[in-house]
């Protein structure tokens, strides 16, 4: 055995077992014959019969619980592993085995325990690596990360320590240290393709995308058909405005893996970005037919890019987004009961779902709202769906009295978070995010609070029967479109949303065609909301003012590839492309909004229009023109206008869309007239008038708690 003639050593022992049957020797060295052989099937009854013959041989126990745990038997082999340690308690690679096992069984407690009394008998690197890995599992990270030091202080070029303490810096967002401990793991082994990728990932989160870029494509050289790195460059190319490069690292990582949703989505997610909706939304379909039952991210995904497409009819998306909501409540245990008093009087606790609790537009439209609120009649809080660290985070953290971190899904599971609300006692449970990023709508399925209501961050129905109201207002939801929702409307007297002006010494300027003698027109609106119909009426429009310019500013418009299909595209509608200036995203929120100084007239887009950048335009002076709608979505610019008392700024068709245009852009001293006064009207009116649309919102919410005490407290909804 010793040679490692282990097949010989086999027909030997096979030719002593007639005259030693009841050896456990014998038994215990053909059992380890086959295990050395590649065949721990062979091996376990072996190694069983020599225990049963002696059940102190502790060799035997130890290789018996190698053999089950190469077989998948695990409990068998924890069984056989804890006996061996019993049997022979200083026996320490019992003990770390019993703790590898453990972990694969998810039993992260007793894995801990297990490696402890392994380090107790000897200090050992890599056992402190796999005590770090169980503290890890426990999401116990600070002290993972001082347990994987303790295993480098042993064994400084330990790589696969190094590679592990880098995953959990990375849970912990100290993505300088993440990126400082991969550089070592390719010190120690220039060959690791897991340095190379730990470090694009790093450097990824520190926003040095070129670099990171070229750490991926170092990984690739080592291990060229890599799916994850593809993804990972493919995301990452997005962001520096490689909208090409990156489609095609999305492909190969889809190709490479054609089963992944995750990869599907981001492909998808990048096409749209670049303005192929079409070939987008076949990618999200390809996705959901994976799993029909789940997928709720993408699947929402899908349903907020139904939006952009003027062909998309209010029926069909309606009909999806059902598909969605009885998909949800099919996985759902809805609570039965709610014990809240139904008291039509009392202080009530309204929960807030988002994702968007920052420096984001339903973090801009809620901040003067929260703090206008009365703390005698509400108490607030939040179940923030995703990390955000920035000052109007800190400044809506202050508005509620509660705030639950609900960011990461794989621990905080859909019927986790639903009891958590449960068990606050929410009685009012808002929705903020509708089909948008980061959503938890599957949570609502639940039927967590007795009361649901969605808002703000979507512009449809989320298709959840469980969500009782959409909150709108008369204009914004017009009578006849009800059928449109799953959730009955609930109608705010003037608006449904009131916008918090920025705090930016920015002054309205003189209207630029007074100065330049023409006018310019202009849109700094997501790219995906320009489709091809918006721009062969915005082409119209350019042939109806000969002299006039378009001036486009969005992110996307940073590559140079995504300008040249917009630019290719006005062309083969018969425009002179020097008439327009196109621009990607300014470098500072103050660069953004002096860019409105260059527009006389803002274009809102349609199906999809604008609601912050609208708002934004006419607080710095610029009136917007929007189009008449036929669902949610499409009569945002007419809520605003109307509650700014400018309705003849909503134009009924494309046709009268380019009469409007046409007309206001040859009445240059009316523009004039209209833009210096256009900030004053803006922050005098219910859009910005934070504590009247704040009682609003107060009686809203106290009006449906009343319906929900009429049923009282056995409603389940």
């Known amino acids: 055995m010793q040679a490692g003639r282990h097949a010989e050593a086999e027909r030997l022992g096979r030719e002593l077992q007639p005259h030693h049957a009841k050896s456990p020797h014998l038994a215990y060295l053909l059992g380890m014959a086959a295990l050395l052989q590649g065949r721990p099937r062979d091996a376990v009854p072996l190694f069983e019969r020599a225990v049963t013959l002696d059940a102190g041989m502790v060799p035997a126990l130890y290789n018996l619980g190698f053999a089950l745990d190469g077989l998948g038997r695990l409990d068998e082999a924890a069984a056989a592993y804890r006996r061996a340690s019993v049997r022979a308690p200083q026996l320490v690679d019992a003990h770390n085995n019993l703790g590898h096992v453990l972990q694969k069984l998810g ?43 303790s295993a480098l202080e042993l064994k400084p070029d330990f790589a696969e320590a190094l590679t592990n303490l880098v995953a959990v810096q990375y849970l912990l967002g100290r993505f300088e240290d993440a990126l400082h401990t ?84 981001l492909l998808a997610g990048a096409l749209l970005d670049a303005g192929r ?15 029909p039952d789940g997928l709720f ?47 039509p009087e009392r202080r009530l606790r309204v929960g807030f ?32 769906t995703a990390i955000r660290s920035d000052e109007l985070n800190d400044r809506l953290r202050r508005s509620f009295g509660h705030w ?72 914004a939801l017009p009578a006849g479109e009800e059928g449109q929702f799953t959730e009955t ?57 000969p002299d006039a310019r378009l001036y486009l500013k969005t992110r996307s418009l940073g590559a140079p590839e995504v300008r040249e299909n917009v630019l290719a595209k006005f062309a083969s509608q018969g425009v002179d492309t020097v008439r327009l200036t196109l621009e990607g995203q300014f470098a500072s929120q103050e660069d953004h909004f002096r860019a409105y100084h260059a527009l006389d007239i803002a274009l809102d887009p349609f199906p999809y229009p604008g609601i912050t950048t609208t708002v934004e335009a006419l607080w710095m002076g610029v009136p ?26 909503i134009a009924g068709n494309a046709d009268d869309y380019v009469a409007k245009a046409a007309a206001f852009a040859a009445d240059v001293p009316m523009l004039a007239e209209l833009r210096a006064g256009l900030r004053a009207r803006l922050l005098a009116s219910p859009l910005c008038d934070a504590p009247r649309f704040a009682r609003n919102l107060e009686a809203a919410l106290r009006g449906m708690w009343l319906k929900w005490c009429e049923t009282g407290p056995d409603h389940a909804g």
Request: a negative charge.
């Open 182 to 265: 991969s550089e070592r793991v390719i010190e120690c082994r220039p060959d690791a393709f897991t340095g190379y990728l730990s470090k694009g990932r790093a450097l990824h989160e520190l926003k040095r995308y070129d670099e990171a870029v070229a750490a991926f494509e170092m990984a690739l050289t080592l291990k060229p058909d890599d799916a994850e790195t593809y993804k990972n460059m493919g995301v990452t190319l997005k962001k520096i405005d490689r909208y090409e490069a990156a489609i095609a690292s999305l492909q190969r990582a889809v190709a490479l893996r054609p089963d992944s949703d995750n990869a599907i989505n």
């Open 489 to 545: 409307p609930w109608r705010m007297p003037e608006s449904y949303i009131c916008f918090s002006p920025p705090d930016l010494p920015i002054a309205v300027e003189a209207s630029p065609a007074q100065g330049k003698g023409y006018v310019t027109f202009g849109c700094f609106n997501n790219l995906n909301k320009v489709t091809d119909e918006v721009i062969a009426v915005w082409a119209r429009l350019l042939q109806a003012v």
């Open 353 to 384: 779902v988002s994702g968007d609790l920052g420096q984001h537009p339903v973090g801009f439209f809620l901040q003067n709202v929260l703090e206008s609120l009365d703390p005698e009649k509400l108490e607030l809080f939040a179940y923030a």
């Open 624 to 649: 917007v023109l929007s189009m008449r709608g036929d669902r949610f979505i499409s009569h945002q610019g007419e809520t605003i206008l109307h509650n700014l008392g400018l309705p003849q700024w």
């Open 297 to 343: 991210r993408l699947h929402s995904n899908m349903l907020l890019g139904l939006n952009y497409q003027a062909g998309t009819s209010p029926a069909s998306l309606f009909a999806e987004a059902r598909a969605y909501g009885n998909k949800a409540a099919r996985k759902a245990k809805p609570f039965g009961r709610h014990d809240n008093l139904a008291d």
């Open 107 to 149: 039993r992260h407690d007793e894995a801990l325990a297990a490696f402890e009394r392994a380090l107790a008998l000897r200090p050992d690197a890599e056992i402190h690596m796999n005590r770090g890995n169980a503290l890890r599992d426990l999401e116990r990270t600070e002290e993972a990360v001082a347990a994987y030091a």
């Open 277 to 291: 909706h079409d070939d987008a939304l076949a990618m999200y379909r390809r996705a959901l037919a994976l799993d």
């Open 404 to 475: 639950c971190d609900a960011t990461n899904s794989k621990f905080i599971d859909d019927q986790t978070l639903a009891a958590r609300i449960h068990e606050d006692g929410i009685d009012i449970l808002i929705d903020l995010a509708g089909h948008t990023a980061k959503n938890r709508l599957p949570v609502f399925a639940w039927k967590p609070a007795p009361v649901q209501v969605t808002w703000l961050g979507y512009l449809g129905t989320t298709g959840l029967d469980a969500i009782d109201y959409v909150l709108a207002d008369p204009w």
